[in-house]
């Protein structure tokens, strides 16, 4: 059985717990490097990006983590997780790093702040099933390298249309969080599966 971390720094590790648990991976937390460097894979959940930036940093995780994904460690981030990849960032902070797993730019909070989270419904591209997702303050792709594949898009404030998941070889990333269910929804874990057949 494969397992999957969970950067456990901030953000909402738990939900991403449960849902690795629930397409057969083994979940564990990540706080430390030898944490690291057992498992097979990680989840970057959402957060903050600027204080999971700061913590992987002062926990001497950042330089390693940038090293396996790299290597071709199985990764996924949503929503900070999708800024934390990203390899150039709009709207970022003075000194904001990120670990450049996609060749893509990412707006952080394009969608607004936190009063304009919303849920709504996208078309998977893969299979063009619907996709019910849940925005939190969420970022989107500004613009990516040809060779990133582009899995949803979402209608911005703007009224234009933006990646909201992409994959890119080792590396899967959502504006979205696809830990998060609708109330008295069943939960939608294509994505923690599909970073699991990465695997």
């Known amino acids: 059985m494969s397992t999957v971390g969970v950067l456990a720094l901030q953000g909402d590790v738990r939900e991403h717990l449960a849902a690795a648990t629930r397409v057969g991976a083994t979940a564990v937390g990540v706080r430390r490097l030898a944490e690291l460097e057992a498992v097979d894979a990680l989840i970057i959940p959402g957060g903050e990006s600027t204080t999971i930036d700061k913590l992987l940093r002062a926990f001497d995780l950042f330089e390693p983590l940038k090293a396996r994904i790299h290597d071709g460690m199985p990764v996924m981030g949503s929503c900070a997780g999708m800024i934390m990849l990203a390899t150039d960032l709009v709207g970022g902070i ?21 009063v304009d989270s919303a849920e709504t419904e996208l078309v998977w591209e893969p299979d063009g099933s619907a996709m019910h997702a849940t925005f939190i303050r969420a970022p989107w792709v500004e613009a ?29 990333a959502t504006s ?14 294509r994505v923690h599966r599909l970073l699991l057949d990465l695997v």
């Open 94 to 114: 003075d000194g904001q790093q990120s670990l450049a797993a996609i060749p893509m730019t990412v707006r952080r909070n394009a969608f607004g702040r936190q």
């Open 176 to 189: 979205f969080h696809p830990e998060i269910a609708a109330p008295g929804a069943v939960h939608d874990d």
């Open 144 to 172: 990516c390298a040809p060779a990133v594949e582009v899995l949803a898009t979402a209608t911005g404030p703007d009224g234009e249309r933006h990646p909201v998941a992409v994959r890119h070889g080792n590396a899967i």
